[in-house]
């Protein structure tokens, strides 16, 4: 039997051939990104924090924040933005909790006093995957018409924030 420079047989070598290139191809269509998302307000059922479940609509503009209670730049940001709620009421401030317990999630709203920004729990993350969320804080801009028209992933500061208000109108 005649061995190649490695060791290998000419038949070894060629079945590894085929596993390796097998093995690129299954790795390149599992790879593949999904389709993108449509840009449309995420269609998911979330859960206010009195328990009742709510899905996002459309109809004035709208500020959604994904973000989590361990998150530093959330614990920062999500105050800012309850201000900017306060401060501007023609724009709707939603924060998406992904997928933590509801009673972090309620404990982080009543230790900061959010009464602006509506506050809710999406315990099995529909909205953080129809996003593509993959840090936090991940922030999107919407329209009236529900059309996502911006995005910022990551920490936003105030003045960031009144920049994108001021194109959102």
């Known amino acids: 039997m005649e061995k190649t420079p490695i060791g290998l047989s000419p038949r070894l070598r060629l079945g590894l051939v085929g596993l390796i290139a097998g093995g690129l191809v299954l790795l390149a269509l599992f790879a593949t990104p999904p389709r993108p998302p449509t840009g449309d307000l995420p269609q998911a059922t ?3 924090l009195d328990g009742t479940p709510v899905r996002l609509q459309s109809g004035k503009p709208t500020v959604l924040t994904v973000w989590a209670t361990w998150c530093g730049y959330c614990q920062r940001q999500l105050p800012e933005f309850e201000a ?3 401060a501007h009421p023609e724009v709707r401030f939603v924060f ?3 997928g ?3 009673s972090l999630v309620r404990q982080f709203h ?3 006093g959010f009464t602006h920004a509506e506050v809710y ?3 099995l993350r ?4 129809a996003l593509r969320v993959n840090g936090y804080p991940s922030n999107f801009f919407y329209n009236a018409q529900g059309e996502r028209v911006g995005e910022v992933r990551g920490y936003m500061s105030p003045e960031q924030l009144r920049a994108a208000l001021a194109q959102l109108r």
Not at 126 to 129: P, T
């Open 46 to 48: 979330l859960v206010r």
């Open 84 to 86: 900017a709620a306060r």
């Open 96 to 98: 998406v909790n992904d």
């Open 100 to 102: 933590e317990p509801a």
């Open 110 to 112: 009543d230790a900061r």
């Open 121 to 123: 729990q999406d315990a």
């Open 126 to 129: 529909a909205v953080a995957q």
